[in-house]
């Protein structure tokens, strides 16, 4: 058998596209990838429709009133079912049958009516009826804490999830080739550089095929339960985050890369790939625990590997200037070309390193 002529060896970027067929191929044949995915989408459908539907359900609380006494919540009718009886003994029936929770009957001092209740007063509509003075706020918050609360919530554990689940699998790849030593039959026929690049465009292909399916699934579920305010809302925040997820998972994915090449064995990438997971886990906790907090948020947005939440969650909370989002995406990209650099001279320093793991020191030595 004659050797291959070097003008039949394959240029980099075919390179590139072959480690990229085999690393989507063989994830897409994987029973457990696509279950895990199907389960995915799934569960992030049930969740948005309950959510949507949860929304939409009737809060008002039922009260029965006379026509004398119907004056009294006009003011409060929209948090309230109302239900106009005939007289008072009328809405005492009511009461006791368990239609409406209280009635509001003529007579009582100075109020010109009486609260009739079962066994305790409702507390909520005693409230609604409290006399309160007007109140005057400074400063105002334009969404509602717990939409808040879950708006951040979704942007940071997708992340995530995403994020480590597909970093994990790069850095698993690795090791694998190394033990089988598939690795040197792969790099005496393609540039170590090509390999690690199909890796991370393979793996960022599936990444971002996930993160689409996700938006395309809140979509449907927001649109199916006639939330289009919401959707709106989230239009977006939901494009900037498809854009900083891809430049930030390829900033991640190379150096998951990276850092797998310097050990030999599964069981030793734990020590080396531990800094990059408290990466990833950072804007998830740093989100949930601090969404109502603009200047973490803040910080959050410029800081690279937090960026991909930080910046849409403050895109959708209307507290980023139109400038903000692309001041942040120039860093992640100027971030993301130094890590590549940085990520491919370690796994080219690394990769036919075999044994004891290999010191950052001397994987970017030349």
């Given at each position: 058998m004659t050797a291959p002529t070097p003008s039949s060896a394959p240029s980099f970027a075919q390179s590139v596209w072959l480690v990229t067929e085999r690393e989507i191929g063989s994830k897409l044949r994987s029973k457990a990838f696509l279950i895990s995915t199907g389960i995915?989408?799934?569960?992030?459908?049930?969740?948005?429709?309950?959510?949507?539907?949860a929304a939409q359900s009737d809060s008002r609380i039922p009260v029965a009133v006379t026509a004398d006494t119907?004056?009294?919540?006009?003011?409060?009718?929209?948090?309230?079912?109302?239900?106009?009886?005939?007289?008072?003994?009328?809405?005492?029936?009511?009461?006791?049958?368990?239609?409406?929770?209280?009635?509001?009957v003529p007579g009582g001092e100075p109020f010109g009516y009486t609260v009739v209740a079962d066994d305790a007063p409702p507390s909520t509509l005693m409230q609604l009826l409290s006399v309160t003075p007007p109140v005057e706020l400074l400063t105002t918050d334009g969404v509602d804490w717990?939409?808040?609360?879950?708006?951040?919530?979704?942007?940071?554990?997708?992340?995530?999830?995403?994020?480590l689940t597909f970093g994990s699998t790069?850095?698993?790849?690795?090791?694998?080739?190394?033990?089988?030593?598939?690795?040197?039959?792969?790099?005496?026929?393609?540039?170590?550089?090509?390999?690690?690049?199909?890796?991370v465009v393979g793996n960022t292909i599936l990444a971002m095929g996930q993160i689409i399916g996700l938006a395309a699934i809140a979509i449907v579920g927001l649109t199916v339960t006639d939330q289009s305010a919401?959707?709106?809302?989230?239009?977006?925040?939901?494009?900037?985050?498809?854009?900083?997820?891809?430049?930030?998972?390829?900033?991640?994915?190379?150096?998951f890369a990276a850092a797998a090449a310097m050990v030999s064995r599964q069981e030793d990438i734990g020590s080396t790939t531990t800094p990059l997971t408290f990466l990833v886990m950072a804007p998830y906790f740093l989100v949930i625990f601090f969404n109502d907090n603009p200047v973490v948020l803040t910080i959050m947005s410029y800081v690279p590997f937090s960026a991909p939440v930080g910046m849409p969650v403050r895109v959708f909370l209307g507290e980023a200037q139109w400038w903000e989002p692309l001041?942040?995406?120039?860093?992640?990209?100027?971030?993301?070309?130094?890590a590549i650099a940085i990520g491919a001279r370690i796994y080219e320093n690394s990769l036919l390193r075999m044994g004891a793991r290999v010191k950052l020191a001397e994987a970017l030595k030349a």
């Amino acid at each position: 058998m004659t050797a291959p002529t070097p003008s039949s060896a394959p240029s980099f970027a075919q390179s590139v596209w072959l480690v990229t067929e085999r690393e989507i191929g063989s994830k897409l044949r994987s029973k457990a990838f696509l279950i895990s995915t199907g389960i995915l989408f799934a569960i992030a459908l049930v969740a948005v429709v309950w959510g949507g539907f949860a929304a939409q359900s009737d809060s008002r609380i039922p009260v029965a009133v006379t026509a004398d006494t119907a004056g009294a919540v006009s003011s409060i009718e929209d948090a309230l079912e109302i239900t106009e009886a005939s007289d008072a003994d009328a809405a005492r029936d009511l009461v006791r049958s368990g239609e409406v929770d209280a009635a509001l009957v003529p007579g009582g001092e100075p109020f010109g009516y009486t609260v009739v209740a079962d066994d305790a007063p409702p507390s909520t509509l005693m409230q609604l009826l409290s006399v309160t003075p007007p109140v005057e706020l400074l400063t105002t918050d334009g969404v509602d804490w717990a939409l808040r609360y879950f708006v951040s919530l979704g942007f940071g554990l997708i992340f995530f999830m995403a994020a480590l689940t597909f970093g994990s699998t790069i850095a698993q790849s690795v090791v694998e080739e190394k033990q089988t030593r598939v690795v040197e039959l792969l790099i005496s026929a393609i540039p170590t550089r090509a390999l690690l690049a199909g890796k991370v465009v393979g793996n960022t292909i599936l990444a971002m095929g996930q993160i689409i399916g996700l938006a395309a699934i809140a979509i449907v579920g927001l649109t199916v339960t006639d939330q289009s305010a919401l959707l709106t809302g989230l239009g977006a925040p939901l494009v900037w985050f498809a854009v900083f997820f891809l430049f930030g998972f390829i900033l991640l994915a190379a150096l998951f890369a990276a850092a797998a090449a310097m050990v030999s064995r599964q069981e030793d990438i734990g020590s080396t790939t531990t800094p990059l997971t408290f990466l990833v886990m950072a804007p998830y906790f740093l989100v949930i625990f601090f969404n109502d907090n603009p200047v973490v948020l803040t910080i959050m947005s410029y800081v690279p590997f937090s960026a991909p939440v930080g910046m849409p969650v403050r895109v959708f909370l209307g507290e980023a200037q139109w400038w903000e989002p692309l001041l942040s995406l120039v860093i992640l990209l100027a971030t993301c070309v130094a890590a590549i650099a940085i990520g491919a001279r370690i796994y080219e320093n690394s990769l036919l390193r075999m044994g004891a793991r290999v010191k950052l020191a001397e994987a970017l030595k030349a």
